[in-house]
């Protein structure tokens, strides 16, 4: 691959790093506020002394642990911004070595290997483009 190649794969990786972040804190802030909201509303509830206070009080639990799991999974953006920009470090080596002198075709020959493992085409560490819920891969 080219420098121009390592360019375009490193620009989309960032693009997608952006992309995922700002995907993330919308979500983040979406179950702060409604976990929040859901244990302001189970403090007055459990003040109270309505008939129905004891299912009104578990209903609002299970808002705040929903909303709770879901800002966890929505932390989780680390791993695949982590994987993200280890790719773009990457690509970016391997255009520090190709912007060197021109290589020879020997030289050349010899370059990817010199250069660490070579990144083929197209290849990312991350297929995600938002903070939805689905399968996660670990490595």
Do not use: N, Y
């Not at 808002?63 to 799991?69: P, R, T, Y």
């Not at 989780?76 to 970016?92: A, G, N, T, Y």
């Not at 297929?127 to 689905?134: K, N």
């Amino acid at each position: 691959m080219m420098i121009s190649g390592h360019l375009a794969s490193a620009q989309s990786d960032m693009s997608q790093v952006q992309t995922l972040l700002r995907d993330a804190v919308e979500h983040l802030l979406v179950d702060a506020c409604a976990i929040r909201e859901a244990s302001r509303l189970q403090q007055t509830v459990a003040r109270s002394d309505h008939a129905g206070a004891w299912e009104k009080t578990l209903e609002l639990s299970q808002m705040i642990d929903l909303h709770a799991g879901s800002a966890l999974r929505h932390l989780q953006f680390q791993d695949m911004v982590s994987q993200l920009i280890e790719h773009v470090r990457k690509h970016l080596d391997a255009m520090a070595e190709l912007s060197g002198p021109e290589p020879t075709v020997s030289e050349g020959q010899g370059l990817s290997q010199h250069a660490g493992s070579p990144l083929p085409a197209g290849s990312k560490p991350v297929l995600a483009i938002d903070m939805r819920q689905g399968e996660v891969e670990l490595f």
